[in-house]
């Protein structure tokens, strides 16, 4: 789940790092009274999740509240790249004397966390990584042993901060951790941090991605659920808790297992049709879970073909195949369904398909993958 | 032979009174694994269709000799039940349970390395292992799976996704390939136990005489993996990704598969393989496929 960068903030100052007053807007009125709170100057700031902001004229500096009115109304409903600017954040600009880049990250080949630390920040990493690897300090941590602050301050000066950013740097980081960690973040980055000519070190920027998995010990998460940047069949999915991604496709994707649905999207693929979603119905899925999918499903109007993919290990195949029998009792599908079904109970699912009466215009079976995708791929381009 | 588990593996199923692992419980049991004992604290003393239960995994150790444990309990509890088999000396640990929050894997992962070195975890996140015809630990339908012939060929399968391991087992059997152990590792971003282990028990066990990999997008695993290939695997192998068509940024329901920075692709996973010798199938069916002309090669 990522976060937008005014939630990021609000979740850094959770772990008392320092960031600049500053408040959400979503309109010209908000942002002014945002500005008036923050004290002037401002910097007025689109909240949409892609980079490139500044160049689309998504940040503006304001120093009085006509700058604000004018830049705020610019702003919102601005298009960056495809996103709408639907909110702000505006904060107390920042005297800036020197820019760093932090973030913590899981580093899956090694199984430790990994701090990344640079006193070239303000610009994009992979461009630093690239044009001067030497720049970025990469430290390990063992997750049962943390980061202490000799630690952090050792590698402060690996990555040649300046003397007197030290401290504070060493200090944001060791909370900076702790918003990883105990925040259960997939990633906590920093970019810029800055240097303050006073000598204070803040972050300047939030990005900030949540473990999903880790909502259950989150309750205060609930709320950066509301703003995830959903399309309306994602948002309907999530009201019935599916594993949905949209697509431009024609051929609509139902399939028990993530690593079966990534394989179904690329065998429609490779036999000339194209996924209209990834939809990955789990282990267990029961017969609401197979008609919740087919409402989904149904609800995409690019949808001219319905492919169920199943092997069943803990999904069992008379559970899918009542599921399907329920959900076309429930919902009126405009498309036809291809199923490929096999593994446990399959023989017991494909017996209840076949006794329900369903006409093959509507629900016809497969043995294989590929003659199931070759068949959805062909009903989907009549 | 086989890998990690055998005919002679004595397994314990913490959570062996819920729903989930009772039912694959008694389906390991049903399918012949020596399934000796459950652990559900506050009900030792109890049973579950004859199968004893303890209260704790020592317990249960002490009592029936297990040497391997099937945890199968939800995401809160299930680090500190990986733990405590650890802690009781369990040398094979294979955890199916999804959702569980990626800092505590990390944390139980490196908890494992340091103070339970003697202690190998499987998932979590994964439908488990099986050897054919001997012992079956997860969620696998063994009926998919064709034993291991005497006189080979067989194919020793490790794969990141569990419908797609099922998908692998079905394509030989279907084909008359025997399989030695097939091995589900999960798609999780700190598992247990890598295509690197896999592959290394594979190379060491005399009855497997082919291997199978099926990886999928995100983390650099398959890559690492083909390094490991090109410098200590002499046995003929086959693989698939998954995720071809994967968009960048999405993750692909599991917590591990995802494209990011341009690292993690489908792509880039299949050409270092196939710079290490893997042949490469374009779908699940193909790398049965080409797994089959490998194994008529070798008989």
Known sequence: MDLFEYQGKQYFARFDIPVSPGDKADTVEEALAAAEAAGYPVVVKAQVQVGGRGKAGGIKLADNADEVRTHAGNILGMDIKGHVVNRLWVEHASDIEDEYYASFSLDRAAKKHL???????????????????DAIVKLHIDPVVGLDAATARQAAVDAKIPEKALDGTADILVKLYRCFSEGDCDLAEINPLILKPTGEVHALDAKVTLDANALFRHPEWAEYAETEELDERERLAKTHDLQYIGLDGTVGIIANGAGLAMSTLDVVNQVGGSAANFLDIGGGANADVMAAALEVINFDQNVSS???????GITRGEEVAKGIVEALGRVDLRAPIVIRLDGTNAEEGRQILADAGIPESKLRSEPTMLDA????VALAKN | MSIFVNENTKVIVQGLTGGQGKYHGLRNRDYGTNVVAGVTPGKGGQDVEGIPIFDSVADAVAATGADASFVAVPPKAAPAAILEAAAAGVSFVVCITEGIPAQDEARVFNTLLADYPNTRLLGPNCPGIISPGKCNIGITAGEIALPPSAEGPNV????????LTYQALYELKQKGIGVSTCVGIGGDPVP????????????????????????????????????????????????????????????????????????????GKMDALAEAGVKIGLNPTEAGELMAEIVANLS
């Not at chain 1, 319905?306 to 069943?312: E, L, V, Y």
């Not at chain 2, 390094?227 to 960048?248: E, H, L, Q, R």
Request: aromatic share 6%; glycine share 14%.
């Open chain 2, 192 to 267: 247990g136990t890598n295509f690197i282990d896999c592959l290394s028990e594979f190379q060491a066990d005399p009855d497997t005489h082919a291997i199978i990999m099926i990886g999928e997008i995100g983390g650099s695993a398959e890559e690492e993996a083909a390094d490991f290939i090109k410098a200590n695997v002499t046995k003929p192998m086959s693989a698939y990704i998954a995720g071809v068509t994967a968009p960048a940024g999405k993750k692909m329901g599991h917590a591990g598969a995802i494209v990011s920075g341009g690292k993690g692709t489908a792509q």
């Open chain 1, 306 to 312: 319905i492919f169920i993919n199943i092997f069943g």
């Open chain 2, 156 to 163: 020793g399968i490790v794969s990141r996704s569990g419908t």
């Open chain 1, 115 to 133: 701090l990344m630390l640079s006193a070239q920040g303000g610009v994009e990493i992979e461009a630093v990584a690239e044009s001067d690897p």
């Open chain 1, 373 to 376: 995708a070759r068949a959805a």
